[in-house]
């Protein structure tokens, strides 16, 4: 008697079959790819089609929401000055790209007809002036910073000093001495107001910002003693305070602020995706155990970890130490080495000794490789969510191949080198510190080249990365035993190349609406093909 088979029947030898063969590996990344670019190029004519001019799209944030302030200020049914006086800051900070740089001469045209940099600022003015904060405490500060009127500034600085001073008036003279690059002037004067008035906390984070820039520890003292005044900034604000103050808790606690305000949940996913990639190579690198796949976890939480004990030192190398990139050399190079390389791997190796007493008690070096390796993993998770919001998601899959795996494979072999000093109860220690101080020049290396262009030192970082990574992946093949899986590690890391890739392009096409964004995202694309092919044949026999 027949029995139909299932349509699932040998399913599993099918999946190991195709995974392992290198044609339906290429071609199949090549439709994902293809797609990609039909989807990118719809995207682009779509928008020329339907008459949206390029330039709409290159609109900037700062007066995108200007924009959305006037509107929201000309419906308020209540007057509020305050509102009204950040307002105008916004607007003179625009105003160069505005009236392309003839501050006068707009400002005559606003006495003429009200109207500054194309909106109606008298009508406004008169909306939401009141009799603490009157119309001509307004024009003052208008003609003092558009025309340069000293009578104008002499009476806003005048109500600024009273006892005490009128409303507003120390904010704006404020804003004008800031203007004139007066910084320690306007500093004070924004103090006064957020001192004097309860409400002014656009004058209070001012005030503490511009304490920062300063590093004025004495005002940053003061402000600090009166309860909720940081604490209502800004988090990043309240994060470079507590560096500045010594104070970790008021340094950790702006960070879980930061984090919990703006989550991108698009990078967030974008980030998840990438880490998911390598975890799943990397787990198949694991002995055949019943928690392989969740055991993990904890090692790449611990990685996330780690970045938060490295912007603590961050803050206080770059706050309190003054470090910094722009240095001139060999300054830059310090900051490289010891600023970045040291605190990042310093950072993550410190998270990974938690679980040494676990890995001694296993006593399996591959084991330890791995879990350093899921530690970088978590590090690069955390921090790509930063540079996917700064540069963009189109770089996912150029992070994907360089820095994310430069994490990994530094981590891991710190970490393995580690695990073998204990065992041997020392006896490996010149060897270890070997390791770790070429895995901070490395990292520090590869992030000062990074910055250079190819036709200067850009070039060498590339070597860095194969070195390093090429290390941990022969040393990956020495310690660990690959899981036959059904999946095949490199078609992981092929299919999950192809969607980045495809990603790229059409993030290209929406941002920019424009052919030139898909070329920019091919051309960044094409750069990293010679890093891929390594990986391709490193993970041919896994």
Known sequence: MSHDRSPF????????????????????????????????????????????????????????????????????????????????????????????????????????????????????IRQHATTDAPVGLFRDFLAATLDADMPALERLESKALATPPEMLAAELAGSVQRRGNNIPGAMQAFYTEGLNFADASAAREEAVRLAINLRDLNLLRTIAAHTGWIEHCHPLLQHHAGALLGDVWMQWHGLIRHRINEIPYGMLTLAFFVAALWYFILVQHSDHERWRWARPIVALMAGVASVWPTLTVLAYQEFVQGMTADAPFPHDLIYYLVGVGLREEGCKLLLFALFLPWLMWRRQPGLALLTGAFVGLGFSLEENIGYYQDFGGTIAWTRFLSANFLHISLTGICAHSLYRMLLTRFARADEFIATFLLAVAAHGGYDYLATGTLDDNGWLSIIVLV???????????EETRPVRLTIAPRAVFTFGSAVLIAFSFILGAWTSRSMEGIATAGQECLSMIPIALLYWRKFENA
């Open 9 to 124: 029947h040998g399913w599993r030898a099918r999946t190991h079959y195709l995974t392992r063969n290198r044609r339906f590996l290429l071609r199949t990344s090549a439709a994902i790819i293809a797609v990609g670019m039909i989807i990118a190029c719809v995207i682009v004519i779509g928008s020329v089609r339907s008459g949206e001019p390029a330039g709409s799209f290159a609109v900037s944030p700062a007066l995108s929401h200007l924009h959305e302030e006037f509107h929201h200020l000309r419906h308020e049914t209540a007057p509020q000055p305050r509102e009204l006086a950040t307002w105008l800051r916004m607007l003179l900070a625009q105003i160069p790209k505005l009236v392309e740089g003839d501050e006068a001469g707009a400002f005559q045209g606003f006495l003429s007809d009200g109207k500054l940099g194309g909106y109606d600022v008298a009508e406004l």
């Open 467 to 477: 070195v390093s990574a090429a290390r941990f992946i022969d040393l990956l093949g």
